[in-house]
């Protein structure tokens, strides 16, 4: 027996037996397997997800030696990569021919089906989640069929398969529309919250990528602006010992330290905010999109985000900054407040309106469940709807009345896995029996 943990250590899962398989046709071989053997069966990404949402009860399938780009135009910008390859390869791989992912999330371990089945996202107002970016995607499917599907080919599982939870069966291959290699701008510094606040819209317009970190305790924000720059333009990244000092020391060693100091002496977490809030410090740099867009998090933490309309942001971080005064336990990680676009993708967070995104965390080994719970609500108000991949409550109930195309992905699902080979607890939460 395999004993899997995600990052986090959230969600465990001693599966029964575990799949590796290098092809595509292994892949059939172990979802026919399990389904004959009446079990069902999930795929492994990277195990950065918060929810259980890829616990195998039953079978497992390792995807980490079906990795790698099987077939790239670079002068379409489509790639096709096997879905096994985290997004930092990806982003490698991709710099060599000379291409770019639109748009990124801060993190590069989750693998590409990972990210995409989960709704992952960056931010920029013009900009939608990384599963905007699929132009096509192969599945394996409860029957040991295999089968494509884009905008012109089978478009109703395409419109459910790219934030499909893993509930319409494995993703093989990932076809992205990549773009030419470009090169980002950024500026990193401290504003007043209530300044930033004000003129939020106006950032969000102007820049091609906005975001803001709150330290809870703090009146300071730590502001992003990342725009591009002209083609050609010739990267100035941060020097080495700077890279280092920033990101490695004050990010994650002395960060990871005042977290622990607050872990063991919660009194000292209000205290230790504001001062993480008065240390933060400005920078600027240029560099290939990718490495701009990318963040090493060593750090581990809790994490809970919820997509929300647009204009209901002010009214919800009022409310937030009213409820964090009040907890019982004090937080120690700050808020996150992202932007992105409205989509077509049935159970993308960002269906059919701009969204702005906000996340919440918590230190690991703190107590998270208040905090988690009071947000939760707050945001329900305005039909928040939670990351796939982060920690929430809802059931298909609530869920359906946030998502205007929740009954066509379950009509989709009853089609393509009709038994629920590709079930577990977590689909059988959010989505509801098949049928």
């Given at each position: 027996?395999t ?27 172990a ?16 195990g950065?997800?918060?929810t ?28 096709t ?6 997004l ?6 991709l ?24 709704g992952?996202?960056?931010?920029g ?22 089968v494509k ?5 089978r478009p ?8 499909g ?23 990193e ?37 990342n725009?591009r ?17 920033d ?40 560099d290939?999109s990718?490495?701009?867009?990318v ?12 997509a929300?309309p ?15 005064p ?43 469940r ?66």
């Amino acid at each position: 027996m395999t004993r899997w943990t995600n990052w986090a250590g959230t969600a465990t899962a001693d599966p029964l037996r575990v799949h590796r398989p290098r092809s595509t046709s292994e892949i059939v071989d172990a979802v026919t397997t399990s389904a004959t053997d009446g079990r069902r069966v999930k795929a492994w990404g990277s195990g950065h997800s918060f929810t259980p949402i890829a616990v195998a009860d039953s079978d497992a399938l390792d995807l980490t030696a079906w990795t790698g780009v099987a077939s790239a135009d670079v002068e379409t910008g489509l790639v096709t990569v096997r879905s096994g390859t985290t997004l930092k390869v990806l982003n490698a791989e991709l710099d060599n021919l000379g291409l770019a992912m639109v748009n990124l999330g801060d993190i590069d371990t989750q693998t590409v089906s990972g990210a995409i089945s989960t709704g992952t996202h960056g931010t920029g107002a013009r900009l939608g989640g990384i599963a905007t970016q699929v132009a096509a995607l192969e599945l394996v499917l409860a029957d040991g069929s295999v089968v494509k599907c884009s905008a012109d080919h089978r478009p109703d599982l395409f419109a459910a398969a790219r934030v499909g939870l893993g509930a319409l069966g494995v993703i093989s291959t990932v076809t992205l529309q990549c773009e030419p290699s470009f090169v980002l701008s950024a500026q990193e510094r401290p504003e007043p919250l209530d300044q930033v606040l004000e003129g939020f819209d106006e950032f969000a317009a102007t820049n091609d990528h906005f975001e803001f970190y709150w330290f809870p305790y703090g009146s300071n924000a730590l502001v992003k602006r990342n725009n591009r720059l002209p083609a050609g333009s010739v990267p100035e990244p941060l020097s080495k010992a700077r890279e280092f000092l920033d990101y490695e020391v004050m990010e994650n060693l002395a960060f990871g330290t005042l977290c622990r100091i607050g872990r063991t002496v919660p009194s000292l977490v209000r205290p230790l905010g504001k001062l993480s809030s008065n240390l933060l410090s400005p920078r600027e740099y240029s560099d290939v999109s990718h490495k701009v867009f990318v963040t090493h998090r060593a750090v581990k933490f809790t994490e809970a985000e919820f997509a929300i309309p647009r204009e209901a942001l002010h009214d919800v971080l009022a409310e937030l900054r009213a409820l964090v005064p009040k907890l019982e336990v004090p937080v120690m990680f700050p808020v996150e407040v992202r932007v992105a676009a409205g989509d077509d993708i049935w159970l993308s967070t960002a269906n059919g309106r701009d969204s702005a995104y906000i996340a919440i965390h918590q230190f690991v080994g703190m107590p998270y469940r208040e905090y988690f719970t009071r947000f939760a609500a707050i945001v329900g108000e305005v039909g928040g709807r939670p990351h796939w991949g982060k920690m929430h409550d809802l059931d298909a109930e609530a869920l359906r009345a946030r998502y205007p195309h929740f009954d066509d992905f379950r009509r989709i699902r009853k089609d393509v896995d009709p038994t629920g080979v590709f079930a577990n607890a977590y689909l059988d939460q959010v989505l509801g029996p098949i049928g």
